[in-house]
């Protein structure tokens, strides 16, 4: 349910981004066939389930993938990765198949997660709710945008719900994106004991942490 939720919230500030850009300013979006080999992905975690939930849905494997102008993608990973892992095990000669099609964002990455931080703040400022303050700060952590300002965003949804395992969760990552690897394990510990602690992403956050060293 958490994944839905905020796989459903990115999806619908992306989407908004690009339907206000196309109606303020549409030569600032674009669609053509993209080499899959230059596109560099932003997300460092893929969902298995949905990977395969995708594949059996064809309207959904062939939307385009958004991407900004300096080739980084920021909504369609899963399909992107799936339609990849098909031309490389494809033995048909066909300089095509390495190609997909790609909506672009005419702004550079940095701008977009910048545009895309100020409209969560936006947010936060009217509704001060635990979701936005930790999907915000997960971003910042994930993409190692600010991510001291991600833990600080991940804290204040966890003053209004302490014992949610899917913040301790963003808590123990941005720990770990730190090299703060005794914190981080602390945390995850007890993340794998509360309710939500057995979802997929939890399960694989804790397999990595365990690896983790500390910085000298």
Not at 2 to 24: F, G
Request: glycine letters at 4%; aromatic letters at 8%.
């Amino acid at each position: 349910i958490y994944k839905n939720v905020i796989d459903e919230l990115s999806d619908n500030l992306i989407d908004k981004y690009v339907d206000k850009t196309k109606q303020d300013k549409p030569t600032d979006i674009s669609t053509r066939k993209v080499d899959m080999s230059d596109l560099i992905p932003t997300k460092s975690e893929l969902s298995s389930s949905k990977i395969k939930g995708i594949s059996l849905d064809k309207e959904e494997l062939n939307k385009p993938i958004v991407i900004t102008n300096d080739n980084f993608i920021i909504d369609g990973h899963h399909r992107w990765y799936i339609h990849k892992s098909k031309s490389k095990s494809s033995s048909v000669e066909d300089n095509d198949k390495n190609f997909i099609s790609c909506t672009i964002i005419n702004c550079s990455i940095d701008k977009f997660l910048k545009k895309i931080s100020q409209r969560f703040e936006e947010l936060i400022d009217k509704d001060n709710n635990g979701l936005y303050l930790n999907y915000y700060g997960y971003i910042l952590i994930e993409h190692n945008v600010d991510i001291k300002k991600g833990i600080a965003y991940v804290k204040r949804a966890l003053e209004i719900e302490p014992n949610s395992a899917y913040y301790l969760d963003s808590l123990a990552w941005g720990y770990y994106k730190m090299q703060e690897c005794q914190a981080s394990m602390d945390v995850i510990k007890r993340v794998i004991t509360l309710d939500g602690g057995n979802d997929p992403e939890v399960l694989n956050h804790y397999a990595i942490i365990k690896k983790c060293k500390n910085k000298k």
